[in-house]
């Protein structure tokens, strides 16, 4: 009677004892599953313009996209949304005869952004340093529509920034664009962007 006692009492401690190697499992799994999240996201492919004048490096996940108009074009196909974020990087030739500065250069941009984009909006004007050189940065709005195809057009608010720096007679805008409501969250990969950014 006694050893049949014991087992009861044994009984729900054992359980107890399972119940929390399981918790100590899942939570460990957990963990495993946000560091190889972290690794993953941390991984960066290389780009370098063709004539070796400058390069970048961006996130591993992104991917490269078509553009005629750019030097480079990727995306965050992995992101929700109807507005992927997406970076973009192009390069036009300074007119010796016609010095411009980089703001002089953002204010072109900004005029032919305004005869070109819907509901066109300047937020802000910006300095700092891009692979060494001093750059500028317009951050702006506009409308876009996604969707196409079989889908019907959706009308997104899309915010966006144009760092421009200038290296051996050729500009260089390199432009992030997102949904507006991400865009607090999201311009922190278009920082590290630009902090790889090098020339040469």
């Given at each position: 009677m006694e050893h049949a006692k014991s087992i009861s009492r044994a009984t729900?401690?054992?359980?107890?004892?399972?119940?929390?190697?399981?918790?100590?499992?899942?939570?460990?799994?957990?963990?495993?599953?946000?560091?190889?999240?972290?690794?993953?996201?941390?991984?960066?492919?290389?780009?370098?313009?063709?004539?070796g004048a400058m390069s970048l490096r961006y996130p591993a996940g992104w991917l490269e996209q078509v553009d005629k108009n750019a030097l480079l074009t990727v995306r965050d196909v992995r992101r929700e949304g109807a507005f992927k974020p997406t970076f973009s990087?192009?390069?036009?030739?300074?007119?010796?005869?016609?010095?411009?500065?980089q703001n002089d250069l953002l204010?072109?941009?900004?005029?032919?952004?305004?005869?070109?984009?819907?509901a066109f909006r300047v937020l802000n004007f910006d300095t700092g340093i891009v692979g060494g050189k001093e750059a500028s940065t317009m951050t702006y709005a506009y409308v876009a529509e996604t969707?196409?195809?079989?889908?019907?057009?959706v009308p997104v608010v899309v915010?966006?920034?144009?760092s421009?720096?200038?290296?051996?007679?050729?500009?260089y805008i390199f432009t992030f664009a997102t949904l507006a409501e991400h865009f607090e969250r999201e311009q922190e990969t278009f920082r590290s962007m630009l902090a790889g950014v090098d020339f040469n």
């Open positions: 729900p401690l054992k359980g107890w004892l399972d119940e929390l190697l399981v918790v100590i499992l899942v939570f460990v799994a957990l963990l495993l599953g946000w560091a190889v999240k972290g690794w993953v996201e941390g991984q960066t492919v290389s780009f370098t313009s063709d004539d990087l192009s390069t036009r030739e300074m007119n010796p005869d016609l010095p411009l500065t204010v072109t941009l900004s005029i032919a952004k305004g005869d070109e984009l819907t969707g196409g195809g079989s889908q019907a057009a915010q966006a920034a144009d421009v720096a200038i290296h051996d007679g050729r500009a």
